[in-house]
């Protein structure tokens, strides 16, 4: 809206404020800002805090064998490839810098000027060759970095996915776990800069060591002359990085849970939530509020940036100073010849520059290092909680799960989610579980299925301990229809067979989808089985929230697993698709062991027998009209039930 005549402009947070409270009363507290995030013990423990130029120098060779070891892991030729330039780009710049001197003494020497010029041809012409090879090696580097870089990213972001997949459910609940894992993610990115810094920083080094073993040549008091000149710079370097990398860890948390409320916000399946409920203007309010935050802390580290390279900048102009003085001194004096004087400029130099790309590049790699070590502190740590239990098998056919006095505790939960749990389910048996919310109906499933390992006691399949099973041979004996379920951006197809078809046929696909009846929604759709099932992206289509339930109902028939849960398998189902998926619930439970968990009192009917948690507990158990009779909670509650 344009601004009436004689006002002042509107600023963006004043904007996004008076949107936030458009539709409040003078009486309305404003909005809350962002909850502030802060971090105790040793995940509030800044790594690089204390770090100094003698560190990064230590921890240089180690990176630089690193990041050779990955390299040489991904693409062999282009890292011999890469290692072979950056020696020919060093070997010709000695040759230039020899040739160089050779043609000073031409033609600065005695003699005709043609006389000169014809000396010094052949070392001007090994200059240009030289100079030439040094720009194909570049180029020939530029490549081998172009095959190794995208690899080595891919490697990474492969591996930091595949350590969150296969860690224990309960690591996400410890603390830290989550803000260790978008460091990691940083780190991943920035992968694609390693071998990058790596390169420039190998390249300048060698150069360094030709201009400065010319330099040397020269005259010996040079090569410390031009050390001093560049040193400052370096200290700048990794004074720099400490405040960036300083900015970059206090911003973690806010980064973190910023991103996730961004994907929330702008995710299409929760925009009708947002809108009428009146959130956008806090959405909005509440984004920018957290974004200037993350920037107030980035700016406060500008003037430390500038007071860090002033000071080193300016000590290193007065040590270049001294350099050219040094220099100068040495031709006054007669201890160096004129000719040698004006090869000596040239190696001074390429020399500094050299010199001031080793330490520019250096701190670069050292800072990427630190981003690096943060994601592969996070793949320890997730080799450290994944899967450490047994390689026992379990057979194909489950005829009794056995739980004996299971107890388990959520990470940082006194309480535990399910306490002395003892019970027995066949096969063929149909096991109702139901409960208040929090009572432990998913946490007993979850023991069930082994995706934790209770605390206390045992979870036996067939007698075999899940704690000595191999979690993948459980695993693939479960059908699992989850509360909170995945709606996968993938085709229809793989979104009933989860990428494990049984056969190339696509029948018993069809089949799911007629035993959940979805059929006509899937011959609907623009491709049928092979439409991908994600409206944002291009040639997608979506489904409603009861068709998805219906979609992922069908997954679970479509595995014909020994052990089938269900938890709310028809909140959003109308009374059509609830039939039948009750209906082939009972079709398949003679051959496998079935629970369903469910608020849904009247499903529990078909179940041959209902269990009753409170608090962790089980309280009841017993058939549908058995515990209607006995008038004890699962009474209380159908009768509950009956009142709304």
């Not at 390169?199 to 060698?206: C, E, G, H, N, T």
């Not at 009841?620 to 039930?641: P, R, S």
Request: aromatic fraction near 6%; glycine fraction near 8%; charged fraction near 20%.
């Amino acid at each position: 809206m344009p601004n009436r005549p004689g006002t002042a402009p509107t600023s963006r947070r004043d904007q996004v404020t008076v949107t936030a409270a458009s539709t409040k009363t003078p009486d309305t507290p404003p909005p809350p800002p962002p909850a502030t995030i802060s971090f105790e013990g040793k995940f509030g423990k800044n790594p690089l805090e204390g770090a100094g130029f003698g560190a990064m120098c230590r921890r240089l060779p180690s990176v630089l064998a690193h990041t050779a070891r990955k390299a040489w892991a991904v693409d062999r030729a282009g890292s011999v490839l890469l290692l072979v330039c950056q020696v020919l780009t060093g070997v010709a710049a000695a040759v230039v810098l020899a040739s160089t001197a050779r043609a000073m003494t031409h033609v600065l020497g005695g003699g005709t000027v043609s006389e000169r010029l014809h000396g010094a041809v052949p070392a001007l012409i090994m200059v240009t060759l030289a100079a030439g090879a040094g720009r194909v090696c570049s180029l020939l580097s530029s490549y081998a970095d172009g095959r190794i870089t995208p690899l080595l990213t891919t490697e990474a972001d492969v591996a930091l996915v595949s350590a969150v997949l296969r860690v224990e459910s309960s690591a996400y609940g410890r603390d830290g776990f989550a803000d260790q894992q978008e460091a990691a993610e940083i780190g991943v990115t920035r992968t694609r800069l390693m071998v990058q810094d790596a390169q420039r920083f190998m390249s300048a080094l060698i150069r360094m060591i030709a201009a400065g073993g010319v330099v040397t040549a020269l005259h010996p008091l040079m090569l410390p002359v031009l050390l001093l000149a560049v040193l400052p710079a370096g200290v700048g370097a990794v004074l720099s990085a400490r405040v960036d990398y300083r900015t970059h860890f206090l911003n973690l948390g806010d980064r973190n849970v910023r991103a996730m409320m961004r994907s929330w916000a702008t995710h299409s399946r929760f925009g009708d939530e947002i809108r009428a409920n009146g959130m956008t203007g806090y959405q909005i309010y509440w984004y920018q509020a957290l974004s200037d935050r993350i920037d107030r802390r980035t700016l406060e580290a500008a003037p430390q940036m500038l007071r860090i390279q002033s000071s080193t900048s300016a000590l290193g102009g007065f040590f270049l100073m001294c350099t050219w003085a040094t220099l100068a001194g040495l031709a006054v004096t007669g201890r160096i010849a004129l000719p040698v004087a004006a090869t000596a400029v040239v190696a001074v130099q390429t020399a500094l520059a050299a010199l001031s790309q080793v330490v520019i590049n250096g701190a670069a790699l050292f800072h990427t290092s630190l981003y690096l070590a943060d994601m592969r502190a996070f793949l320890d740590l997730a080799r450290e909680r994944a899967p450490k239990r047994g390689e026992l098998t379990i057979p194909e056919r489950i005829d009794e799960i056995r739980i004996e006095e299971a107890v388990y505790h959520y990470p940082g939960k006194e309480d535990p989610a399910v306490a002395g749990v003892s019970l027995t389910l066949r096969r063929g048996e149909i096991l109702a579980v139901v409960g208040a919310n929090g009572s432990g109906k998913s946490t007993l499933t979850r023991l069930i299925t082994g995706i934790v390992l209770a605390d206390k006691g045992r979870v036996l399949w067939d007698g075999v301990d899940l704690a000595d099973a191999d979690p993948d041979c459980v695993w693939s004996r479960t059908s699992l229809v989850p509360q909170n379920f995945a709606c996968w951006p993938l085709r229809a197809r793989e979104n009933i067979t989860l990428g494990q078809p049984r056969t190339q046929d696509d029948e018993p696909v069809w089949d799911a989808v007629d035993a959940v009846g979805m059929r006509e929604e899937i011959e609907r759709l623009p491709r049928r089985l092979d439409t991908l099932l994600a409206r944002e992206l291009f040639g997608g289509a979506e489904l409603s929230g009861g068709q998805w339930q219906r979609l992922v109902c069908g997954r679970a028939l479509y595995r014909q697993t020994p052990l089938m849960i269900l938890d709310e398998p028809t909140s959003q189902m109308d009374a059509r698709g609830e039939h039948a998926i009750f209906t082939q619930i009972k079709r398949l439970a003679p051959r496998c062991v079935t629970i369903v968990v469910t608020h849904q009192l009247e499903n529990t009917r078909l179940a041959d027998r209902i269990l009753v948690m409170d608090k962790g507990r089980v309280v009841e158990q017993g058939t549908y009209d058995d515990l209607v009779g006995a008038g004890g909670q699962f009474a209380d509650l159908v009768a509950l039930a009956k009142d709304r």
